[in-house]
């Protein structure tokens, strides 16, 4: 384990294919209290490739935490985590599910896919934006994320 207040900056992949609430949480991240560096993908296949290091993101960097949608074309996000966390070498990132669906099957699958939290979007644009900064604070400040 290594204290994030000495890294120099955090890598995070966002999967998410709503460019409104892309935009928001870039916003968000941006204002952070530490340093991150960002990198967003659209649908499912795209992050298993970039965790994958495969075709044009063959030179990725393996992020300290992923921020996954459930809802996603091609892949489905619960698809995508099963993915990660069935592979030795990806399985001990984060994947902090961040979705829409309240559904109490969803919820379960998500944990029984070993997902580390699940939060549901809120609709309301400041609950949305408050929900965001928890993650930063929690999962970007306080907790202690394995070494890359």
């Known amino acids: 384990m290594i204290d994030n207040s000495l890294r120099n900056h955090l890598e ?4 998410e ?3 409104g609430d892309i935009r928001l949480i870039v916003e968000v991240l941006k204002e952070g209290k530490i340093t991150n560096h960002l ?3 659209e649908d499912g296949e795209e992050a298993l490739a970039y965790l994958r290091r495969e075709g044009s993101y063959q030179h990725s ?3 300290d935490i992923i921020l996954l949608d459930l809802n996603l074309p091609k892949i489905n996000g619960t698809e995508v985590l099963a993915e990660i966390k069935n592979d030795p070498q990806l399985r001990h990132i984060p994947v902090i599910i961040l979705t829409t669906s309240e559904a109490e099957q969803d919820i379960l699958k998500a944990y029984d896919l070993h ?3 699940y939060i549901t979007k809120p609709v309301n644009l400041e609950q ?3 929900v965001v900064r928890s993650i930063e604070n929690f999962w970007l ?3 202690k994320l394995p070494r890359r």
Not at 12 to 15: A, D, G, H, P
Request: proline share 9%.
């Open 128 to 130: 949305f934006l408050t």
């Open 115 to 117: 997902a580390n939290c």
């Open 141 to 143: 400040t306080i907790v």
């Open 17 to 19: 294919d709503n460019p």
């Open 12 to 15: 995070i992949l966002l999967v």
């Open 39 to 41: 990198n967003v993908v």
């Open 61 to 63: 960097i393996i992020p």
